[in-house]
């Protein structure tokens, strides 16, 4: 049953950023991504944090969804945070606590950090919740073609990541189809020590990969089949098109690097 | 010969390394819009030739000419590829994309064809195989006959004048497989396209304009079904079966009724079994079949009651697998479980080993409970042996005899009886443990693999052995065998519950049978007595044994048929009494 899982984190919808190229909300994530480490004070990464915010809101995705991609990189916030507040010792001492002291610049230090680290999670995550992982293949494959000038496999790559998103499901519902048969055989993959445990694995894994190879074997005759001969002289049937919404996107991203910059100077006094 | 589509002279092939020659001077030829059938055991060389069709292979020596192209250069290959699709056995492994409009453009994109071309031909090819609606759908959420049907969209597109069919149907149900042949008949006819089927199904062969049948990379006989079918001793021989209609003619002939050659449907039988009754008999009310059952049930070692179950509950993904289902297996019969895929059926009998639990209803192996939190689960996996579909994909081992021995080893026994235990399972499946026991299973032939599995469970010594499908995907000798092998198990003493979707399998082994329909029991009881709902079985996409079919149509012709009968010998013995009943001369 774990083929009716949707694959990533995918959310599908109609809203604005869903419908942009996927060229553009990769580039946008990057563009998004400067900006943040551009921004120099709280004002600037409030703004940014808005715009965030705003975009988020507008997809019609739960906010849960958007910070659940937090959790798991909780603790390296905490860390730099902690690290940052305890080992910038300029500025002016705040506390002092035995022999670590706490100083404004350590404290604003941290602040940074923490909140440069949370935006760069939750802008990628708005990336891979409002884009197929099929588009976000896509996207990238486009991006990176002006690069096969320099021999670089692009159409490759994504070949492949485009086969790989295809039998994950495949491949994840044979791997429930072997544990339980080994299963049904008295092998025991839950109990017993680290070591015995990873013996275990051993009756799924092999006829895993064995059956993984038999699928790559297939699947690869019947691409030949279909005339697949590489990304030379290749077509696509969905042409990926710039519109006036990936326009308008490119636009509000240049006002927000604008105002980041001007509150970065006044900021500055 | 200017109007064959497909012209071989001499035509052989070589694995590199190989000793024999895959194909062997192959010389035939197959007109323009023809469907022509391709029957042959495992290993027949069927599948050989069906890559040289598609240029996926190239001859070792003689000629071949696919839509007048000889294949030499790799341009050639590609223009007859273009011209020459192939829809391959399994549906998983040939669907390249994560979306159904985007595979079904794979071939023209790779064909540089442009952008709004392809999506004018995708549009009409999935409208063809009745699959627009699914045109954004993620292929692993399709049934196997949806697959295939969309692998003939992507195979559409590009326009071919020929379609190769490798096996298409040997992993679906009954229902993916009508559809798919239906579909493939249809292109044929319609769009005039030429067909190449090949297939381990006597049924879809029938209906064939032509056949070929292969034997060690031959051809050994050729011609249309009639005239194959109708060498019945050869086409046994040959490894492979008639349709029943053939089989049963050949019975009443021995038995010295002079029937015409070539009856092959039920319907022409029935009609020439109706002409040849002479003085009509009144109808009598037909007697009911005596009970096949055994009238003294043995001790239930299997009761299942009320049994639902949910998958993924309070998702949008839930659904009901099971719902509501009892049923008990006594101990030492032979029980069949039948239902189409999604039915419920592997979910079932996941729960007869604990492998799955419910929240709804009871689960008894040997009066044990197992949905019990003290239940020892290890003490019912030995209990309860449960060989999965397609076993020889869960072979691991480095040899034969190791794999055998991985269930045992997992319950803790000693060395000395593990090996005795490897020998007797070995010698069960009918291999000579000599000769596989140090080889690696991964060596040994398809049919052979799968023996090696069902000895790794045998080697546990069930009580109850549960099968799911023991007999897909194998050729008609090998699925004999295998019936063979699993009656010799439960004449042994062990209780068999076979799952299948086959009624012929069914009809022929089992004392009992439930129907699942949609995750619930929808009829139960003898062969014979299920087998009187055939239209109802046929509207849940089964189909009932072609002899039930004829004694039925024989009975509303007045003919005295007892009732529930549906085995091939049973029903020649009706018609015969009925024939010499009805008339003074004894045919």
């Known amino acids: 049953m774990l083929k009716n899982m949707t694959l990533g984190q995918y959310f599908p919808g109609e809203s604005f950023i869903h419908k942009l190229d996927p060229r553009t909300k990769l580039l946008a994530t990057v563009a998004l991504i400067a900006i943040v480490f551009v921004a120099q004070g709280f004002a600037g990464f409030i703004a940014i944090a808005a715009f965030v915010l705003l975009a988020a809101a507008s997809t019609g995705i739960h906010l849960k969804f958007l910070f659940r991609g937090l959790k798991p990189i909780m603790f390296i916030v905490i860390f730099t945070f902690v690290l940052n507040l305890f080992f910038q010792t300029g500025g002016n001492e705040l506390v002092r606590l035995w022999v670590l002291r706490i100083t404004d610049d350590g404290l604003r230090m941290a602040g940074f950090m923490a909140v440069r680290l949370i935006l760069l999670v939750v802008c990628s995550q708005l990336l891979t919740l409002t884009t197929s992982p099929i588009s976000l293949t896509d996207g990238l494959e486009s991006l990176f073609r002006p690069l096969e000038v320099l021999h670089f496999p692009a159409h490759e790559i994504a070949m492949m990541m485009s086969i790989a998103l295809r039998f994950i499901p495949t491949l994840m519902d044979e791997a429930d189809k072997i544990m339980k048969a080994q299963k049904a055989r008295g092998a025991n993959f839950e109990t017993g020590s680290i070591l015995a445990r990873a013996k275990a694995m051993v009756p799924l894994l092999v006829p895993l990969f064995v059956g993984a190879f038999r699928r790559a074997e297939e699947l690869a005759l019947a691409m030949d089949a279909r005339c697949y001969r590489g990304g030379a002289g290749r077509t696509r049937m969905k042409q990926l098109k710039y519109g006036v919404n990936d326009l308008l996107a490119g636009l509000a991203l240049l006002a927000l690097l604008a105002m980041v910059i001007v509150l970065n100077i006044v900021h500055a006094f | 010969m200017n109007n064959a589509i497909i012209e071989a002279r001499d035509v052989c092939f070589k694995y590199e390394g190989a000793a024999a020659l895959a194909v062997d001077h192959v010389s035939l030829s197959v007109a323009r819009g023809e469907f022509v059938a391709v029957l042959g055991r495992n290993g027949s060389g069927k599948s050989t030739f069906a890559k040289l069709l598609n240029a996926l292979q190239l001859p070792t020596s003689g000629t071949?000419?696919?839509?007048?192209?000889?294949?030499?250069?790799?341009?050639?290959?590609?223009?007859?590829?273009?011209?020459?699709?192939?829809?391959?056995?399994?549906?998983?492994?040939?669907?390249?994309?994560?979306?159904?409009?985007?595979?079904?453009?794979?071939?023209?994109?790779?064909?540089?064809?442009?952008?709004?071309?392809?999506?004018?031909?995708?549009?009409?090819?999935?409208?063809?195989?009745?699959?627009?609606?699914?045109?954004?759908?993620?292929?692993?959420?399709?049934?196997?006959?949806?697959?295939?049907?969309?692998?003939?969209?992507?195979?559409?597109?590009?326009?071919?004048?020929?379609?190769?069919?490798?096996?298409?149907?040997?992993?679906?149900?009954?229902?993916?497989?009508?559809?798919?042949?239906?579909?493939?008949?249809?292109?044929?006819?319609?769009?005039?396209?030429?067909?190449?089927?090949?297939?381990?199904?006597?049924?879809?062969?029938?209906?064939?304009?032509?056949?070929?049948?292969?034997?060690?990379?031959?051809?050994?006989?050729?011609?249309?079904?009639?005239?194959?079918?109708?060498?019945?001793?050869?086409?046994?021989?040959?490894?492979?079966?008639?349709?029943?209609?053939?089989?049963?003619?050949?019975?009443?002939?021995?038995?010295?009724?002079?029937?015409?050659?070539?009856?092959?449907?039920?319907?022409?039988?029935?009609?020439?079994?109706?002409?040849?009754?002479?003085?009509?008999?009144?109808?009598?009310?037909?007697?009911?079949?005596?009970?096949?059952?055994?009238?003294?049930?043995?001790?239930?070692?299997?009761?299942?009651?009320?049994?639902?179950?949910?998958?993924?509950?309070?998702?949008?993904?839930?659904?009901?697998?099971?719902?509501?289902?009892?049923?008990?297996?006594?101990?030492?019969?032979?029980?069949?479980?039948?239902?189409?895929?999604?039915?419920?059926?592997?979910?079932?009998?996941?729960?007869?080993?604990?492998?799955?639990?419910?929240?709804?209803?009871?689960?008894?192996?040997?009066?044990?409970?197992?949905?019990?939190?003290?239940?020892?689960?290890?003490?019912?996996?030995?209990?309860?042996?449960?060989?999965?579909?397609?076993?020889?994909?869960?072979?691991?081992?480095?040899?034969?005899?190791?794999?055998?021995?991985?269930?045992?080893?997992?319950?803790?026994?000693?060395?000395?009886?593990?090996?005795?235990?490897?020998?007797?399972a070995l010698a069960q499946v009918g291999l000579d443990y000599e000769e596989v026991a140090e080889k690696s299973p991964f060596e040994l032939s398809g049919g052979q693999k799968r023996r090696v599995a069902i000895a790794g469970v045998l080697a546990m010594q069930p009580g109850i052995l549960i099968l799911d499908e023991p007999a897909a995907g194998l050729d008609p000798a090998g699925r004999r065998d295998m019936l063979d092998l699993i009656r010799g198990i439960h004449d042994s003493g062990v209780t068999v519950v076979m799952v299948s979707h086959s009624m012929d399998d069914v009809g022929r082994c089992c004392d009992r049978l439930f129907v699942l329909s949609r995750g619930r029991i929808a009829y139960t009881g003898t062969p014979g007595e299920v087998f009187l709902h055939d239209q109802r079985l046929h509207d849940i996409g089964l189909d009932v044994p072609e002899c039930a079919k004829l004694a039925r149509r024989l009975r509303e012709a007045g003919f005295d048929m007892p009732e529930g009968i549906y085995r091939t010998e049973d029903v020649a013995e009706a018609i015969l009494a009925n024939l010499n009943a009805g008339s003074d001369d004894k045919c």
């Open chain 2, 64 to 424: 071949l000419v696919v839509n007048g192209i000889t294949p030499e250069s790799d341009d050639d290959c590609y223009e007859v590829r273009k011209s020459c699709g192939m829809v391959f056995q399994n549906p998983d492994n040939q669907i390249v994309t994560t979306i159904v409009e985007e595979d079904c453009a794979f071939g023209l994109e790779n064909l540089g064809t442009p952008p709004a071309e392809i999506r004018a031909r995708v549009d009409e090819a999935l409208h063809s195989v009745g699959m627009s609606e699914y045109a954004q759908a993620s292929p692993s959420m399709l049934s196997g006959g949806q697959k295939q049907r969309v692998a003939v969209a992507g195979v559409l597109a590009m326009r071919p004048k020929i379609i190769v069919f490798d096996e298409s149907t040997a992993m679906l149900d009954p229902i993916g497989r009508r559809d798919v042949f239906a579909l493939a008949r249809r292109l044929n006819i319609e769009e005039g396209i030429t067909v190449v089927w090949i297939t381990h199904f006597m049924e879809e062969a029938a209906l064939a304009d032509r056949l070929l049948v292969m034997d060690k990379g031959r051809v050994a006989l050729e011609g249309t079904p009639r005239e194959v079918f109708a060498q019945t001793e050869r086409v046994l021989s040959l490894g492979l079966d008639v349709p029943e209609m053939m089989k049963l003619a050949h019975m009443l002939r021995e038995r010295g009724l002079s029937l015409p050659e070539g009856l092959m449907t039920v319907n022409e039988m029935a009609v020439e079994l109706c002409r040849r009754r002479t003085g009509a008999v009144a109808a009598r009310p037909a007697p009911r079949a005596e009970g096949q059952a055994p009238a003294a049930e043995g001790r239930r070692v299997i009761d299942v009651r009320c049994l639902t179950h949910v998958y993924m509950p309070g998702t949008p993904f839930e659904s009901k697998a099971l719902d509501n289902v009892s049923l008990h297996v006594p101990e030492g019969e032979f029980i069949g479980i039948i239902g189409h895929t999604g039915s419920g059926k592997s979910t079932l009998i996941s729960h007869l080993n604990g492998l799955e639990r419910s929240e709804s209803g009871v689960v008894f192996v040997n009066d044990i409970d197992l949905g019990a939190k003290d239940t020892d689960l290890i003490a019912i996996r030995h209990a309860v042996g449960l060989v999965f579909q397609y076993p020889e994909y869960q072979l691991f081992e480095e040899t034969v005899a190791k794999d055998v021995a991985f269930g045992p080893s997992n319950l803790g026994l000693d060395a000395d009886e593990i090996d005795r235990r490897v020998r007797k």
